[in-house]
């Protein structure tokens, strides 16, 4: 029956950006479930900012499909969660309002970009949010804060209110405690939305099984090299040993495009980025300028001023990889690339079912730790290949390293969401029992 | 010296909705920012749907103009910064267009047939409108209106075929008829057509003139050039490639050097559009009759001239018309709908379709049967023009007729004025009389202005030669 509950946790790791006090929810599958939504899902009449103080004070008039699924299934929208500004991170420090922290250890990242839906749920705060996963910005806070993040197919759940990052890399998805709770709200916002053109018509009806037997895991060799650290490739190990042990078939593999798929991502996001971001103007969103400049200048000034670092250097980055004489070069060859990485797991999931590995290279470091862009780029190699090939990945909890958890990452072949949640759901299962 | 020139023509398409959403594209007489939502504001998140019905005007514009449709057509952004583009972007069609290469015939300055190719035709979406206000009281201030925002154009791209002012307007008039016969283009509304012209002189740079907005202003602003132009090489000074700006108030190009015009689009492929695959749905349009199929059946059905089938066809609306009062007497209507109607239509800025076709032809039916002079059937349409125009009830041309007395002379209607017009001019008498017939056309005209052009001139001239005659006994 539809009501009303109260929602007025402590929130000790920044998590919320807004939170409602009271909260409305209807009947329905979900019926008074609170989710927290990331800060770059459009919600009507809650303020929603991307983490950046461009937006700030930006109302959306709309929902976001999957805010209008959720409604409808009698979800509570609880409130908006941090973020990396725009999405552009990994550990959720570079929103314009203060990091979040990880409530597996408060003196470090959440991770991101999506830090502050996984530390809501990690935190107790919520049992379920949503994300969206550019380049493992679901997976990697999933891993950081130990709890369970899908990327689901791209073009499986409707972008339409996704304030756009990376068009062609992004997918909104879910984070939970568990892979069931995962697979509840997948089930809600999966489907075809007439609003996004590039949605597919493949709902998700599915309930998880933990019946693996026979099913092929692939184990990338690349997933295990330089950068990888030594014992969180030791827990993902151990966790593919407990799939065999469940009856699945390990089967060593190599995706040798990984070596350029960095380079092909950023180049991607970042082109996208510099167009998607050219509306933040000034015009209509945030506080207004008293200025007395000239419309370019006065463009300048504002984005100058209220767009973070990270933001302005991949807007440039993307704008000049877009340059007339530099398409080529860059944008029209990162496609190439990616085309290359689509093709290796097409190639791989041929003889495979899933593949298998880890969600990132290392724990959760210190707040604070990385200022190096590259360095933190860098720690994006496990995740980003899924986002290139559009497949479904989910991130599992898979034990921890002097506290800090690491997470089991399972990749699957395209709209094949329903078969990564049946072996992270397995594995989940034989370690909680 | 030989004048080359291009045009690259934007017109809007005269669908229901917009180009990428489901707001409806008519919002004259309405509130600046009443026919908006997120997806044409361009709110954050909003996703671009393409509107299939944008897609079937544009087909039917590149099967009329013989174009060849792409077996893949893609959306791109053009990049670039300004204040009526909600998104910084405009979603528009790049390196993979709707169609390319067709044509259009026109007649040449020479009055021979001459086909105008077509190098390509795509897809885009108009931008808001910038209104600028200044203020006595005040610093000057710009408003936006996004209602325009999202409303579909498709723009025509020509080969430098086009040799002289008078036949770029000649190419752009039968664009127009040709869109509008496929009533996929309303050409009165304001805003509907807008042109840059690329304009050389052989052996010299290419200058390209923007912002041309109106028919007219095309023949002016490439006039403007081509004297710039010519005075400039006759100085010896070189002409520079650029972009000059078409000022239609003062009708002269100026350059527009600023930085903003140096723009690099940075295009790229619009991700949240797939690709357009639509050759196959040419097959299955069927065109309606156009202007020149119609020019043709005029003369043969009709028996006009080729002067008037090409004036009576050159608007839909007009030869919708003219069919409607053809029945009344075809090449009387003819003469009178091209050479008259459109005359005084013209004088009171006024469109045809303010005028009920059955009170025309009830004008030429009087006309035909003789039962009014030509100078009477100008009166009465007048009055008709007048009615409709100060939005009377017009009345029947045959009411208008009887009420104004604008009959022809019947009986000795006329023996008084006669009689008085040869009483009034004797010398003009005497001279007649003398054997000067130029005298008589001076009586005549007197008459007439008496009769108020009732009257039959040529019966005129016989009544007072037979009163001079009879009074002189």
């Known amino acids: 029956m539809a009501g009303t509950f109260t929602f007025d946790a402590p929130d000790r790791w920044n998590a919320f950006l807004y939170r409602q006090e009271t909260v409305r929810y209807g009947d329905g599958a979900l019926q008074g479930l609170p989710v927290a939504i990331k800060d770059n899902i459009s919600t009507a009449g809650l303020p929603t900012t991307c983490g950046s103080r461009i937006l700030e004070g930006y109302v959306p008039p709309y929902d976001a499909h999957v805010v209008t699924l959720l409604k409808a299934a ?239 250097r991949r807007i440039m980055l993307g704008t000049f990889a877009l340059s007339a004489g530099y398409y080529g070069k860059y944008y029209a060859k990162a496609q190439v690339a990616r085309k290359a990485v689509r093709d290796d797991f097409t190639r791989v999931l041929s003889d495979v079912d899933v593949i298998a590995g880890p969600t990132m290279p290392t724990t959760a470091w210190r707040l604070g730790e990385k200022s190096d862009p590259l360095s933190m780029y860098l720690s994006d190699i496990l995740t980003v290949p899924a986002n290139l090939a559009g497949v479904p990945a989910i991130s599992v909890p898979c034990g921890t390293i002097n506290g800090l958890p690491a997470g089991l990452q399972i990749i699957g072949r395209h709209f094949e969401d329903e078969q990564v949640v049946d072996v992270a759901y397995a594995y989940e299962q034989e370690v909680l029992r | 010296m030989n004048v080359i020139i291009g045009l690259e023509i934007h017109c809007q398409l005269s669908t229901k909705t917009k180009l990428f959403c489901g707001c409806s594209t008519d919002y004259r007489d309405e509130g600046p920012n009443t026919h908006v939502c997120p997806v044409c504001l361009g709110l954050p998140g909003a996703m671009p749907r393409l509107n299939r019905g944008t897609v079937d005007y544009a087909l039917r514009v590149a099967k009329a103009l013989n174009l060849t449709v792409l077996d893949e057509s893609v959306f791109s952004r053009k990049n670039y910064f300004y204040p009526d583009l909600p998104k910084g972007y405009q979603i528009t069609m790049y390196d993979k267009p709707l169609a390319e290469r067709g044509w259009l015939e026109i007649e040449a300055d020479d009055g021979t047939p001459k086909r105008i190719g077509i190098t390509r035709i795509h897809l885009e979406e108009d931008p808001g409108r910038l209104v600028h206000k200044t203020g006595r009281d005040r610093a000057g201030y710009s408003l936006i209106d996004y209602n325009r925002s999202g409303i579909p154009l498709i723009e025509i791209v020509t080969d430098p075929d086009l040799r002289s002012p008078k036949e770029a307007r000649r190419f752009l008039n039968k664009l127009r008829a040709t869109l509008e016969y496929l009533s996929v283009f309303d050409g009165e509304r304001e805003g509907a057509i807008r042109v840059d012209a690329n ?187 007048d009615a409709c125009r100060e939005g009377r009830e017009p009345e029947m041309p045959v009411d208008i007729v009887a009420r104004e007395n604008l009959g022809k002379a019947e009986g000795d209607e006329f023996a008084d004025i006669v009689a008085s017009v040869v009483r009034a001019n004797p010398d003009a008498v005497a001279d007649y009389v003398s054997g000067k017939e130029g005298a008589l056309n001076f009586l005549v005209g007197m008459a007439m202005k008496e009769t108020r052009g009732r009257a039959d001139p040529k019966d005129l001239n016989r009544r007072i030669r037979t009163h001079i005659e009879e009074e002189r006994g």
């Open chain 2, 199 to 385: 304009i050389s002189l052989e052996g010299h740079n290419r200058v390209e003139c923007k912002n041309i907005s109106s028919y007219k202003g095309v023949e002016k602003a490439l006039t403007f050039e081509i004297t710039r132009q010519k005075n400039l090489i006759r100085r010896g000074v070189h002409i520079v490639r650029e972009t000059r700006h078409f000022q239609e108030g003062r009708g002269i190009t100026t350059s527009s050097r600023s930085k903003e015009e140096e723009n690099d689009y940075r295009y790229f492929p619009e991700p949240d559009l797939l690709p357009l695959r639509v050759a196959d749905w040419v097959e299955g349009i069927v065109l309606p009759e156009l202007p020149d199929a119609r020019r043709e059946r005029f003369l043969r059905q009709y028996d006009i001239s080729e002067n008037h089938a090409r004036t009576l066809t050159g608007d839909i609306r007009i030869a919708e018309f003219y069919e409607a009062v053809a029945l009344a007497g075809a090449q009387l209507a003819a003469t009178w709908v091209a050479d008259t109607l459109l005359g005084e239509l013209a004088y009171r800025s006024m469109q045809i379709d303010r005028i009920p076709a059955d009170h025309f032809a009830n004008l030429i039916t009087l006309l035909t049967e003789g039962r009014i002079t030509d100078r009477a059937g100008v009166e009465v349409l007048r009055h008709l023009l």
């Open chain 1, 74 to 312: 009698g979800a509570g929208i609880v409130g908006k969660t941090n973020m990396d500004e725009f999405g552009m991170g990994t550990t959720t420090e570079n929103s314009a309002y203060g990091p979040t922290a990880n409530p597996a250890d408060p003196g470090r990242v959440p991770g991101g970009s999506s830090g502050g839906s996984a530390a809501a749920v990690a935190g107790g705060l919520v049992p379920a949010a949503l994300g969206s996963d550019t380049g493992g910005s679901i997976r990697c806070p999933a891993a950081f804060c130990g709890i369970v993040g899908l990327k689901p197919t791209y073009s499986r759940v409707s972008r339409y209110g996704l304030i756009a990052y990376s068009n062609t890399l992004e997918q909104i998805g879910p984070l939970a405690a568990t892979v069931s709770d995962v697979s509840r709200v997948m089930a809600v916002i999966a489907g075809h939305d007439r609003r996004d053109s590039t949605s597919a018509d493949r709902p998700y009806t599915h309930t998880p099984s933990a019946e693996i037997r026979g099913t092929r895991v692939g184990v990338p060799a690349e997933f295990f090299g330089e950068g990888v650290d030594d014992a969180v490739g030791e827990r993902v190990r151990d966790a593919i040993a407990v799939l065999e042990h469940l009856g699945a078939e390990i089967v060593p593999c190599t995706m040798p495009s990984m070596a350029f798929a960095l380079a092909a991502y950023y180049v991607t996001c970042t082109s996208e980025a510099s167009s998607n971001l050219a509306r933040f103007d000034g015009v209509r969103y945030g506080p207004a300028v008293d200025t007395k400049k000239q419309w370019h200048a006065a463009f300048r000034e504002l984005r100058g001023d209220r767009f973070g670092k990270e933001v302005q």
